[in-house]
């Protein structure tokens, strides 16, 4: 069982991920926070982010694609080595996006992310989103032409 000031500080260290790594493109702080041997299980990528390096290049594709993205914590809850936590990611679609050109589109997207935590780094995420809100976001002719065929 893990004491209430491990929970706060695992909490801090999830939100110091979403604040300062995925909010602020700070890369330097992955080598603080996320361990070298990193698994993410991201629902909107084909494959497993594996390691640091890789999960640096996660980011850097969001940025490219909403340099002005940002995360609000709506909720957080920890027990154990896992926190769980509730946001809201807000931003500009101003770049290229998995193939969808930019749309200068204002975005805002719910998601939800557990993180487990071993020697105060993040060792392993499981993140969701609603993807189908925030491609509707970018480009609204691909669900006009969906809509038009069913």
């Known amino acids: 069982m893990s004491d209430n000031s491990t929970l706060e500080a695992n909490k801090a260290l999830v939100r110091r991920n979403f604040e300062v790594i995925w909010t602020q493109c700070n890369l330097e702080v992955a ?20 390691g640091v ?48 050109a930019p749309s200068g589109q204002r975005m805002s997207v719910t998601g939800m992310s557990f993180h487990r935590i071993e ?12 993807a189908l809100n925030m491609l509707r976001n970018m480009s609204e002719d691909i669900f006009q032409s969906l809509s038009m065929r069913i």
Do not use: C
């Open 31 to 50: 080598d603080e926070i996320i361990d070298p041997h990193y698994v993410g299980h991201i629902a909107a990528l084909p494959d497993t982010v594996r």
């Open 53 to 100: 390096e890789t999960f640096k290049q996660v980011v850097m594709l969001y940025h490219l694609s909403a340099p002005d993205i940002r995360f609000e914590i709506q909720d957080q809850l920890a027990e154990g080595d896992k926190v769980a936590t509730r946001w809201i990611a807000h931003g500009t679609h101003q770049g290229e996006f998995m193939g969808i």
């Open 119 to 130: 020697n105060d780094r993040i060792q392993e995420s499981w993140d969701d989103w609603d």
